[in-house]
């Protein structure tokens, strides 16, 4: 059994060496300007605790390319799980600009929701199980304390429980958040849209750079967005970025 768990031991140690050289040799590689080069390098590293930064740097890449509508799905992805990094923030409202010199480029997400996402599913969980156990004392405190004690631990009750709703709100936004996807980005200016699936084409075309809302998405090639004119349509996956 303990010669299974050295081997086990080396093996992930072993591929998380492999999988920073991938991030070290894409680097590397963007240093040269050789951006296709070091777009496959990030690619192959999205699995890593790099994952994030790799879509930064494959943003970045395609800002060397001028490839500034793929650059913004890239920086926006990563978003997702950084959405407060100013950096890919940054970017992200560079490559808007190229893309429409007259127009802002805005966040994908509110201020309260970055608020939200600034702390992972597990942070919050943590802090609901501690809000959980206060709560508990608390209660418990309220039948053996004396008169003023049992005033100030109603009180710290009253404030104590929304803490706690709002933790598990924290729990519930961020792990719905990191599984499901949200937007898409059009691939390019050819995108067909569809009123219905595999049904009649509509006359509307998507806007390159510009974001859109997904309103469901099937297993297989669909996903329903809202369209320009907030109308509900239909294209395929294969058309767009999504994330």
Known sequence: MRTLFYIALVFVTMTQVFSQSK?????????????????????????????????????????GLEDFNTALYFFEKALKFSP?????????SLSYEKLYP????????????????SLSSSVWMLISIMCVA??????????????????????????????WLFSIFGVFETYSHSRELHFLIPKNIEVATFLTVD????????????????????????????????????VRKSDVNLY
């Open 23 to 63: 991030f070290e040799l894409g680097l590397n590689a963007m240093a040269q300007e050789n951006w296709n080069a070091a777009i496959e390098l990030f690619k192959e590293d999205m699995d890593s605790l790099y994952a994030v930064e790799s879509d930064y740097n494959i943003g970045v890449c395609y800002i």
């Open 134 to 163: 206060l709560l508990a004392w608390i209660v418990y405190s309220l039948f053996i304390g004396d008169a003023y004690k049992k005033n100030r631990n109603v009180m710290v009750l009253l404030m104590g429980i929304p803490l």
């Open 102 to 117: 007259e127009e802002s480029w805005s966040h994908p997400y509110s201020g309260f929701k970055r608020i939200i996402l």
């Open 199 to 234: 049904g009649l084409e509509s006359e509307e075309k998507l806007q390159i750079g510009k974001r859109y809302e997904i309103i469901a998405y099937t297993q297989n090639e669909w996903v329903k967005i809202q369209g320009n004119s907030n109308s509900s349509l239909w």
């Open 84 to 92: 407060s990094n100013d950096r890919i923030i940054d970017n992200a």
